[in-house]
């Protein structure tokens, strides 16, 4: 049974928490954060502690914390043995700690999200191979994906994952809103949106852009830049449509 010790109390530190519930040959042995308050939703599950110096034995330390503090948080772990990692998609391999590694599961996490660990994938990394074997195996109790990737290849992937989630995500948030200005459901686009999303399981975006930009419709577009009474999501339309444009060879 590998012992983790889990430094975070956010999104990604309640995920990896709750995956390894469900795992047969991982425990999470404790959860730190330097802020109590937000620890009382583990403290019935696992021990829990504010003091960094009282972090248990472990075979791992996963550090899900914002980027900024990962590398400061990590020269504190005062650990004889066990990898310290991180889950950073930005953030390059530690290099200051003995075992030192990568745990980075691609995939967004909201709190109230249920998610299935076992199609998320893992991009690991680690300062020896030992210790790359150790994150394998760790990973494998709960997911059946993970790709053994560099520092320069997760923060492509990261700034991909940019584009492809939370840039996207920010533009269903302007349709929204585009909708409520007039009172209309948003739901009843979620039938597009997830076609959309179906296709790109299959095929490539680029083969299934579709929209007046690709067709080069310029009385569409006018007229939608007409409709537009925002300067922020008119700015947007003309960023797309002249990249959509420009990629399609329309210009």
Known sequence: MYSI????????????FQAFQSSKTCAVIQVYNHNKSS???FENSVSITTDISALEPADLYLICLKDDVIESIAKQ?????GIIAHTSGNQSLL????????????????????????TIPFCLEANSEENLSLLKSIALSISQHQYEISTAQRQTLHLAAVFVCNFTNHLYA???DICLQENIPFD????????T???????????MQTGPAVRND???ITNHLKQLNSKDYKAIYNLMTNSILQKHDKL
């Open 218 to 220: 310029e009385k569409t």
């Open 39 to 41: 620890l009382l939703k």
């Open 77 to 81: 772990i005062k650990a004889k043995t």
């Open 5 to 16: 010790v889990i430094l975070g109390s956010g999104n990604v530190a309640t995920h990896m």
């Open 188 to 195: 009843i686009l979620k039938a597009l949106i997830k076609e």
């Open 174 to 176: 302007i349709g929204e």
């Open 197 to 207: 999303s179906d296709k790109v399981q299959s095929q490539s975006p680029s083969e």
């Open 95 to 118: 290099t200051s700690p003995k075992n030192s590694g990568v745990f980075y599961p691609l995939q967004t996490f909201s709190k109230t999200s249920e998610l299935d660990y076992s």
